[in-house]
Every structure is written in structure tokens, then in C-alpha cells.
């Protein structure tokens, strides 16, 4: 039940700031065109959001209940993390695409088995320590808001401080994939363009997807 309840959670936040998100593609290529349909890509955004967070969680709180002890929350994010971007990886690439293509921001390039390798392992290695970090803050902090606060409230709050934190340590880092998944060069001179629009979507879809989870399936 919370799997299923996370997965249709993270697919309503992922379609409320999947304009944001448009917004945030552009200004990380600095296109000089307008955006001219902010919804391009929303359907696949979408349907990766349901699959991903789907096998994310599934990985995630199996994990969390049978393993004990100081590395318990690093290790079920790892193993969530690893598992999730084999669904993640070409959806999000598909997407993104779409995204630029539509709004004529950047030409695109194929991607060659070694693009996509590499893009798997650097996705996981962005997200694997913003989902401990996360994590890490999120889970006691949600346990600590719940002895005063209702369980929406807690999941919203717990949530939106834990994703503040991890988004503005590891948001940077979204440059490099996304012009990976263009099949372009990174060029980090890039990397803060657009940060606000970057932040803000995180906060926003994770404060909505955890406090829609802790409200109807919490543990």
C-alpha cells in the first residue's frame, strides 16, 4: 500500500512542477528561445515518476525494515537508488528530450551504448548521496513533527526542510546529466544557471509527494 501510495504521490507532484521543470531545462542550456509549451514531456515525466519512485520505495522500505543499525538508511537508499535508475535512466533521458525539442532549446545528439552506461552510474552517483541526506534528515525529523503535528503536516515539513538541504548541496551536479542525456559536453561554466528554478521544483515535489505518502500510508 505506501508503495503503490508513493508512486501515485510522486506522479501528482512531478505533474505540478513539470512546468518549473521546463523552466529550469532552459535556463541551464541558457537557450535564447522561448518556451513555448511548458507541458512538452509531462506524460513521460509522469509515467517515469510512477515507475521510479515506484521500484525506488519498494527497494527502499524493504530494506529499511530488515537491516538495523547505523548504515540502515544508507544502504536501503543505495540499493533504492541503484535498482530505481535502471527504470529512471531512459525515461528521464526520453523526457528531457522531448522537453528541448519541443521548445527548440538545443539540438540533440544519439546517445551510443557508452553514453548510457555512463549516464546510469552518474545518476547514481548524484542521487545516492542526496537520497542519504535526505533521508537521513527526513526520517527522525518526520518521527519527532508527528508527536505534535498531523501526519500530513509532518511528511510536508520534514520533507520540505530535508529536500531544502540536499537540493541546494546537490542540485548543482543536474547540469552535467542533463547535458549528458543531450548527447552534449558539460559545459560547467553552466552549472549554476537556473539553480533557483532547480530548488524550488525539488522542495515543491517532494514537500507535495511525502506529505500526500505520510497522510495516506503512513508506516
Known amino acids: ?6 508512486a501515485c504521490a510522486a506522479t501528482i507532484s512531478s505533474v505540478c512542477v513539470h512546468p518549473l521543470d521546463t ?11 522561448s518556451v513555448n509549451n511548458v507541458w512538452a514531456g509531462c506524460l513521460e515525466s509522469a509515467f517515469s515518476s510512477f515507475f ?20 540502515r538508511i544508507p544502504v536501503s537508499a543505495f540499493l533504492g537508488t541503484s535498482s530505481s535508475e535502471f527504470i529512471s ?45 535526505k533521508y537521513s534528515i527526513y526520517e527522525p525529523l518526520l518521527v519527532a513533527l508527528n508527536l505534535k503535528y498531523s501526519r500530513f503536516i509532518s511528511g510536508f515539513l520534514s ?15 543536474e547540469v552535467k546529466r542533463l547535458y549528458t542525456a543531450l548527447g ?25 509527494g511525502h506529505a500526500i505518502l505520510e497522510k495516506f500510508a503512513p508506516r
Do not use: D
Open 159 to 173: 520533507a520540505f526542510i530535508s529536500s531544502l538541504i540536499a537540493s541546494v548541496l546537490f542540485e548543482p551536479l
Open 184 to 208: 552534449m559536453k558539460a559545459n560547467y561554466t553552466k552549472i549554476y544557471n537556473g539553480l533557483k528554478f532547480g530548488i524550488i521544483s525539488s522542495i515543491i515535489r517532494n514537500s507535495i
Open 89 to 133: 535512466t531512459p525515461l528521464s533521458v526520453y523526457k528531457k528530450r522531448i522537453q528541448v525539442k519541443e521548445n527548440n532549446l538545443e539540438e540533440t545528439k544519439p546517445l551510443i551504448l557508452r553514453q548510457w552506461i555512463h549516464l546510469y552510474f552518474l545518476n547514481v552517483a548524484n542521487k545516492f548521496p542526496k537520497s542519504i541526506v
Open 1 to 6: 500500500m505506501r508503495v503503490l501510495v508513493a
Open 52 to 71: 521510479t519512485t515506484g521500484m525506488y520505495f519498494t527497494t527502499y522500505e524493504a530494506c529499511l525494515n530488515e537491516i538495523t543499525g547505523n548504515h
Open 23 to 33: 523552466f529550469y531545462i532552459r535556463h541551464q542550456l541558457k537557450a535564447k528561445t
